[in-house]
């Protein structure tokens, strides 16, 4: 496993945002993390991503203890993440944005920089070459040289994950990725999705599109009030009856139920 998260609780006075949730992620594998709104699916992620300090449990990464690290530690560790508000440099280029990932494992000194030696220029070089790479890989149509600020919403999204991808990371979270991108975008994020696994990077993404979830998911971890309800495969999950009465409740008639089970396979929903 890259990821282990076990019995992870985080409160916030008396309540309980993530409450002894427990899910784990295989090199390689895609995970998808859904529920209602409210469920705790980004707390879970700010927990393990170093940005909330968890009040119980432990998150491994890689065989490692890294609960309530710092972030940049974590990220060092092999973790990169999007967000579901984008956080981009608006005032810096497009390209600039993705070498910003690259600081990771970029070798360079503060005596290099000041003095523009030929080890800081080759570093400024490979730093380039990388963020070409990766916005190559993530199929960007807009001016790289131009503000990011200045992009469509969707591509601005693909310079997110080009980002993410520059710190060469083993497991890259996703909060919800498809959120603001038209049908198009959402049959390309797929296929992108798809792409970063064959890299060998584990993928853990919250998501409300279920048509895209039921569709890359190979396993699919449901959560409510902070609790896991479900883990298992797409099909297994979609029928289970806790997973219908956490988005119904309880007093559900049949079709009721019928929508609820169309909506979590996705019907209607059609990807490329």
Not at 1 to 11: N, P, Y
Not at 44 to 64: D, I, K
Request: proline share 3%; glycine share 10%.
């Amino acid at each position: 496993m890259i990821l282990e998260v076990k019995d992870l609780r985080l409160a916030f006075g008396g309540v309980r945002a993530v409450d002894c949730l427990s899910f784990s992620v295989g090199v390689g594998e895609i995970v998808s993390v859904i529920g209602p709104n409210g469920a705790g699916k980004t707390s879970a992620f700010n927990c393990v991503s170093g940005f909330y300090q968890p009040t119980g449990g432990t998150v491994r990464l890689a065989g490692e203890d890294v609960t309530g690290r710092r972030p940049s530690a974590i990220a060092a560790r092999g973790l990169a993440r999007t967000f579901q508000n984008l956080r981009l440099f608006g005032e810096l280029s497009v390209l600039d944005n993705v070498r910003a990932g690259t600081h990771l494992w970029l070798k360079q000194r503060a005596v290099d920089a000041l003095l523009h030696t030929p080890r800081y220029r080759r570093s400024e070089r490979e730093a380039t070459d990388e963020a070409h790479k990766w916005l190559d890989f993530v199929e960007l149509r807009g001016d790289r040289a131009g503000l990011v600020r200045n992009l469509p919403y969707g591509e601005q999204r693909r310079v997110e994950i080009a980002r993410a991808l520059a710190r060469r990371p083993k497991l890259l979270l996703l909060d919800e990725p498809a959120a603001g991108l038209n049908h198009g975008e959402k049959a390309e994020l797929l296929t992108l999705i798809r792409r970063i696994r064959e890299l060998g990077v584990a993928i853990a993404l919250i998501e409300h599109d279920m048509g895209l979830v039921m569709e890359v998911s190979e396993r699919v971890v449901v959560l409510n009030f902070g609790k896991e309800i479900a883990d298992g495969r797409p099909d297994d999950v979609r029928r289970n009856p806790a997973v219908i009465e956490a988005y119904l409740g309880r007093d559900t008639d049949d079709d009721e139920v019928h929508a609820a089970r169309t909506e979590l396979a996705g019907e209607g929903t059609q990807h490329a």
